[in-house]
């Protein structure tokens, strides 16, 4: 087996993420809140850590200051063992400009990866919510010696315009075209309903990688971007080939939240993968120690029910108080307070947040610090909610940060 040396992680955490707005108005996308106790940057760094591959550079860009505070924080590694992560800012190396696209964030950064002089380069996505082992990945793009592997998952093919989406060759591994976010995705022969698509995760052979970017850089009419530039090159030389994510399994993985991949890209799926958390047989587990979610939290004591506060099918954070309400079905963060005779249904409670008493809440987000007084509602009234707040194409009512809501 190659030494971890041979080996660089690269992880791209610069989205703008503006379809998760206005989670993403003061944060970056790979910053912002997941599962009660995580950002959606812990859930990659997890993975590559879990995995032993402990070199990791984490490009960022659009408003990254808690993110590159949560990775200096949390993410501490040890130096003896040449093991870091570290949050690399953009730093216009190449002219007074920021990143254009991916690829160009890789191109931007060819000096960390000159110093680390590896064979191989990982370059996996930053927002998105499941658990992999990547060395089964790395495993298997050594064995077919490929310059780039993509990792990829079956989707259903009217969800699929929105991803690079993967036709295979006759090998059922090589890559024959890769269409970027396509009106009218390929379905997969004998499952048509199926789109093969792109996790945004791949592996690159080093010398391919960087012959790809340089050349991909004097073209003036590309988007400097791996899905819609790198990968269709690399497809068109016979280079790239698919890794099947339905292959990789992680010790402590049940049937159920097996091949588990969720890109929380927008405020519908942010909630609805919120809402994969809390059924009694978890569609997605954060309760599997053998492949733990790694994070950092306050030191708060225990969460607290008094007054006889319920919560059903729910995640309690810790330091928080359910007094006197009833939560059905949501995630409340860490620090969270809820006063008597409030009912919350299907709601994702960032930490920080007050509410009041006599309050009722469905199938609402509040971001950190919120506060709701007394008699308010929410999700209740959608033509009210529009006036005052974020309302989702599904319904889903999103109050942003620091937010005062009155009744």
């Known amino acids: 087996m190659p030494s971890r ?3 660089l992680s690269i992880v791209l955490a610069g989205g703008e993420g503006k379809r998760l707005m206005p989670l993403t108005a003061d944060r970056a996308k790979p910053a912002v809140p997941f599962g009660g106790a995580y950002r959606l940057v812990d859930f990659v760094l997890s993975n ?6 402990r070199r990791i550079a984490v490009l960022t860009q659009y408003k990254s200051h808690s993110l590159d505070r949560h990775i200096t924080t949390t993410w501490r590694m040890s130096p003896l063992l040449d093991n870091y992560v570290t949050p690399v800012p953009a730093q216009q190396r190449l002219g007074p400009r920021w990143y254009t696209g991916s690829a160009d964030a890789i191109l ?3 000096n960390l990866i000159h110093d680390d002089n590896p064979e191989y380069v990982l370059v996996f996505g930053a927002d998105h919510v499941y658990r992999m082992d990547p060395e089964q990945m790395f495993q298997f793009h050594r064995d077919h010696e490929a310059g780039v592997s993509v990792a990829a998952i079956r989707i259903k093919r009217k969800d699929a315009t929105e991803f690079g989406c993967i036709e295979l060759d006759q090998d059922g591994i090589t890559i024959k075209a890769f269409h970027e976010k396509p009106k009218d995705p390929p379905g997969i022969p004998g499952a048509e309903d199926y789109t093969l698509v792109s996790m945004g995760n791949y592996i690159f052979n080093r010398k391919v990688m960087e012959e790809a970017l340089l ?10 971007d791996l899905g819609t530039n790198i990968i269709p090159l690399l497809t068109s030389r016979g280079l790239a080939v698919a890794y099947d994510f339905s292959n990789n399994h992680v010790p402590g993985e049940t049937e159920r939240d097996h091949g588990y991949w969720r890109d929380v890209g927008n405020i519908d799926a942010y909630h609805e993968a919120h809402m994969d958390l809390v059924s009694v047989h978890p569609i997605f587990n954060l309760y599997n120690r053998e492949w733990p979610v790694l994070t950092s939290l306050p030191p708060l004591p225990p969460a ?4 006889n506060g319920t919560a059903v099918d729910s995640i309690v954070g810790a330091g ?3 007094a006197g309400s009833r939560v ?6 860490f620090d969270v307070q809820v006063q008597p005779s409030a009912l919350l249904q299907g709601t994702v409670v960032m930490p920080g947040v007050r509410i009041g008493n006599n309050v009722i809440i469905r199938n609402a987000i509040l971001d950190k610090n919120v506060i709701v007084e007394s008699g308010a509602e929410i999700g209740i009234d959608h033509e009210r909610d529009r006036e005052r707040f974020t309302v989702s194409a599904n319904g889903i009512v999103v109050v942003g940060k620091g937010t005062i809501v009155t009744a």
Do not use: G
């Open 5 to 7: 040396r041979s080996l």
């Open 48 to 53: 590559l850590v879990n995995a032993d591959m």
């Open 108 to 110: 931007q950064n060819f």
């Open 215 to 224: 050349e991909d850089s004097k073209d003036e009419k590309s988007k400097h």
């Open 304 to 307: 607290k029910f008094s007054e």
């Open 320 to 322: 928080s108080i359910i």
């Open 328 to 333: 059905e079905r949501s995630v409340i963060s």
